[in-house]
C-alpha cells in the first residue's frame, strides 16, 4: 500500500516538470499499464513461468521509467536553481 503511494506521489511530481505533455502523457499511461500488469505477474508467481517473464518484463519498464522521470525531475529542479541564481545574483 504505501509503495502504491509513493508510486503516485512520483508520478504527480513528474506531472509538473517541463517535459512536454505528450511524453508525460505517454510515460504515465506506460507505467500504469506496466504496473497493472506487473501486479498479474505478481499474482501468479510461480505457477505458469509466462507470467513470471512477464512479470520480469513489466518490472523492467517500470525502472526504467522511474529512472527517467526521475531524470526529469532533476532536470527541472537544477534549472530552477540557475534561474533563482541568476535572479539574485548569485554566482
Known sequence: MIQALLLLAFGAIFLFTSARMKVKRRVLWLFGLSALV?????????????????????GTVMFSL?????????????????????INGAN
Do not use: K, W
Not at 506487473?38 to 513470471?52: E, N
Not at 529512472?67 to 525531475?73: E, G, L, P
Open 66 to 86: 522511474m529512472a527517467y522521470m526521475c531524470y526529469a525531475i532533476y532536470v527541472d529542479l537544477t534549472r530552477s536553481r540557475r534561474r533563482s541564481n541568476r
Open 38 to 58: 506487473h501486479a498479474a505477474g505478481l499474482s501468479a508467481r510461480g505457477h505458469y513461468p509466462v507470467l513470471d517473464n512477464i512479470l520480469l518484463v513489466s
